[in-house]
């Protein structure tokens, strides 16, 4: 079955560190992967996807994500955070053929001191 | 509005109660998918509709939850006999284009989910 395990529940940094959040998935097929962010009070919203070429992708907000096909990772970062990079980040994975769920990871906390 | 809405925001029932959700997609949008999100985890699957088509419904729980999309545009999402283990988020996402096979890199746009709550 297909799952996306993400390794940190909470992360809290202080501004100008730089952020990784790791993303590991499950699935023996092509696959889209996303991940999407929810800061206080807003909906869920996209800040990158990947589904073929150049592996590593650049999203809002200074954002990036490198695929990693044998090590089925798909991890974010961002060489220095902001005070409004506070939200909540969730990865997620879909097949490239067939079917139509997404799964998602359960998500990291990241709180950013100012 | 340019977003997906959704509503009641919030919903308290007794164990026992019929609750219906409702999502207005973004127009135009061809497809529709219901999450749900308890406490400290993702968005889970629950059902995928394509127009009034619903193609997937296989992360539905139990035969208590019936998802409808009679005219392809606005969704209702209808829990029979609310259990306490139904006690969540229930997300409503629309994306413009229809899922699956290499649609289904099509960003989706989520609402602002309905909290559900069973006593």
């Known amino acids: 079955a297909q799952s996306v395990s993400q390794h940190n529940h909470h992360v809290i940094l202080s501004e100008a560190a730089s952020l990784e959040l790791g993303c590991n998935y499950s699935y023996g097929g092509t696959v889209n992967l996303f991940w999407y962010v929810q800061y206080p009070g807003q909906h869920l919203q996209l800040l990158l996807k990947y589904f073929s070429g150049d592996p590593l992708v650049k999203g809002i907000k200074g954002f990036e994500a490198e695929f990693i096909k044998s090590k089925f990772s798909f991890n974010l970062r961002k060489p220095s955070v902001q005070w409004s990079d506070t939200a909540e980040y969730f990865c997620a994975v879909n097949a490239q053929t067939g079917g139509f769920k997404t799964i998602f990871g359960a998500g990291t906390r990241l709180f950013v001191k100012a | 509005g340019a977003g997906v809405s959704q509503s009641p925001r919030y919903k308290v029932a007794k164990r026992g109660q019929d609750v219906a959700l409702r999502c207005d997609p973004i127009?135009?949008?061809?497809?529709l998918f219901w999450y749900q999100q308890a406490l400290g985890q993702g968005p889970e699957f629950l059902t995928y509709?394509?127009?009034?088509?619903?193609?997937?419904k296989s992360g539905l729980p139990s035969d208590r939850f019936f998802a409808e999309r009679p005219e392809g545009s606005v969704s209702t999402l209808k829990i029979q006999r609310t259990q306490q283990e139904d006690s969540a988020v229930y997300l409503c996402?629309?994306?413009?284009?229809?899922?699956?096979?290499?649609?289904?890199?099509?960003?989706?746009?989520f609402g602002p989910g309905t909290r559900l709550t069973v006593l």
């Open positions: 996402a629309s994306s413009l284009l229809g899922a699956g096979g290499p649609l289904s890199t099509d960003t989706q746009y």
């Open positions: 127009s135009g949008h061809v497809s």
């Open positions: 509709f394509q127009n009034e088509a619903q193609l997937d």
